[in-house]
């Protein structure tokens, strides 16, 4: 049985007390660690902890610290693959719950390794400069371009837009600054943010997804027959005519988005541009904000704001389709799943590399 790793690291003296010198660390030669031919592929499955992978290719448990050495791990805990019980207690353990990690946005990364797309030369000249850029040309022997793929590249952005939204004075309750809060219609979710700034007058949110301020629900007469992307156009009390586009419709709702100051007037009239009929719009629903997760008072309230404005728009909203939202999980699922590929040092290596440690300089 070979000594175990720390065993042969040099004795020093410390506070007067007999110490071993953790703050030296063995490693690889770069000459060897460089050279795939030395080394043995493997794909972990769950259960095989280092001490059992060098007991089995090895002959000798106590060489789990070359299995470690060989994979650059210095945390045993988080620098080596945690099977599927593992990872979910690391994740509750350090998150809270999984739902919260599957709703809480990291980042935004373009999306290209899930796009597969191919569009003609002529579509890629259709598109605006910003678009272009991610487009690769695939070109014939000849170098004509062919058509466009997605270009290989990766960009990451903290977020995609950031909002603001005019609280409602007679809310109690308000979200704090770090809730992930649900745009919420009729108790349907429509959308999603994060609260990064918040007061009692307003809040502001991050990573927006869906629709914010852009819904509204009314009742309406047994004679609607609109479709889903009917323009409509409609008068406010102050004789203001807007544009909408129906989002959803039946003999009973209409649900349309529009942009601009929520109307709170209790009846409506509605044209259908698209077909030249009208219907009566009464009972508006708005779009509410409620707290899905938080650690105070504001979890599951739910508070209406009357105005929202765009403060930045970070990933220009043309250019949004080729960016996807990066959760929490997703990402600690990566992460660890590029762990489950490890190598280990030949064995014919083994017994030199034991030895090289054992001759330790002091």
Known sequence: MVARYFDCFPKIQYNSYNCIDITRREKILDSVADNPMVFYPIDLQDGQRPDIIADKY???????????????????????????????NFVIANYGTIEYTQRKIMKWRTNWNSDFSVISPSSYSAL????????????????????????NTNIDVNTNMIVTLN????????????????????????????????????????????NWNRLVQYSTNTSNTFNVNDTVTFTTSANTTLAASVVSSNSSTLIITYEG??????????????????????????????????????????????????????????????????????????????????????????????????????
Do not use: C
């Open 261 to 362: 100051t929520q109307l709170n007037d209790t009846s409506i009239t509605f044209n259908n541009q698209t077909s030249n009929t009208s219907t009566v719009g009464t009972n508006a629903q708005y779009v509410q904000l409620r707290s899905d997760f938080s650690n105070v008072a504001s979890n599951g309230a739910v508070v209406s704001f009357s105005y929202a404005t765009l403060l930045s728009q970070v990933i220009p909203a043309d250019q949004i389709v080729y960016y996807e939202a990066a959760y929490v999980y997703d990402l600690l699922d990566e992460e660890n799943a590029t762990k489950q590929a490890v190598h280990l040092l030949d064995a014919v290596y083994a017994f030199t590399a034991y030895n090289n440690l054992m001759n330790m300089d002091s």
């Open 58 to 88: 090895y002959n000798d448990s106590y060489y789990s610290w070359l299995v470690w050495l060989a994979n650059g791990v210095i945390d045993p805990v988080t620098g080596w693959h945690m099977d599927s019980d593992d990872f979910y």
């Open 128 to 151: 605006g400069v910003g678009q272009q850029s991610y487009w690769a040309a695939n070109y014939d022997v000849n170098f004509n371009v062919l058509n466009y793929s997605r270009s």
């Open 167 to 210: 609280l409602d004075p007679t809310s109690n309750t308000i979200p704090g600054v770090g809730d992930l809060v649900s745009f919420v219609l009729a108790n349907n979710m429509v959308g999603s943010a994060e609260v990064i700034t918040s007061n009692t007058t307003n809040i502001v949110v991050n990573n927006v997804q869906g």
